[in-house]
């Protein structure tokens, strides 16, 4: 079975500031590693995800991500951030055979002016 | 936009009723997830249908169940509703096998049980 943290529920921070979004997860599986956005009432868009290769995964709006195998994380980051970029962000994991997504509990990220 | 198109966008039901939600898969797609995410919480897997069968089941009760048909749109039919039913419903269409991952999520049915 494969589990989620995402170790900050809200994640305040001003217009134009780097932010981190932590993502810790367990898995006795390999497992492909996923970050969606969630605006208010509506889907979840994918913003990056790792399959396989490089560890660093750049993704839309400017946002990108380091798998770290050691560490179990899958951290998101951003260097600036911007108002439009408020939202709630899950990281999510899949097992590599496929099947269903888990996704963590996510975090509202507020970009203050 | 995503080519996945989930009908209603929202609705009401009484606590006992039934409902059905649908999800029209994006083209190519043979495999259909449906999440339930409820209020505050991030979106748990309720099962997975590929080529019209069930593969594979999240931790949810027998009045949860589905049906995919041969142009693999899907439905999600949950009897005897309960307040705790309520939540935001989300379908993700992808390819099947190990192309799962390359998901794309519908906007929701946001199902309110009063």
């Known amino acids: 079975a494969q589990s989620v943290t995402q170790l900050d529920s809200q994640v305040p921070v001003f217009e134009e500031a780097p932010v981190e979004l932590r993502c810790n997860y367990s898995s006795s599986v390999s497992v492909y590693l996923f970050w969606y956005v969630q605006y208010p009432n509506q889907g979840l868009q994918l913003l990056l995800k790792y399959l396989s290769g490089s560890t660093l995964v750049k993704g839309i709006n400017g946002f990108e991500a380091e798998f770290n195998k050691s560490q179990t994380s899958f951290h998101l980051r951003k260097p600036s951030v911007h108002i439009s970029d408020t939202a709630e962000y899950f990281c999510?994991?899949?097992?590599?055979?496929?099947?269903?997504?888990?996704f963590g509990p996510g975090t509202r990220l507020s970009v203050l002016p | 936009e995503t080519g996945v198109t989930q009908s209603p966008t929202h609705l009401i039901k009484t606590r006992g009723q039934q409902v059905t939600l649908r999800c029209s898969s994006q083209s190519g797609h043979n495999t259909v997830s449906w999440y339930q995410q409820a209020l505050g919480q991030g979106p748990q897997f309720i099962f997975q249908y590929y080529r019209e069968e069930e593969n594979g089941r999240g931790n949810f009760p027998p009045r949860f169940s589905g049906l995919q048909f041969p142009n693999y749109s899907s439905e999600l039919n949950v009897n005897a509703l309960e307040l705790d039913d309520s939540a935001l419903y989300l379908c993700?269409?992808?390819?099947?096998?190990?192309?799962?991952?390359?998901?794309?999520f519908g906007q929701g049915t946001r199902l309110t049980v009063v």
């Open positions: 999510a994991v899949m097992p590599n055979y496929g099947q269903n997504f888990v």
């Open positions: 993700a269409s992808s390819p099947g096998g190990k192309e799962v991952a390359e998901a794309f």
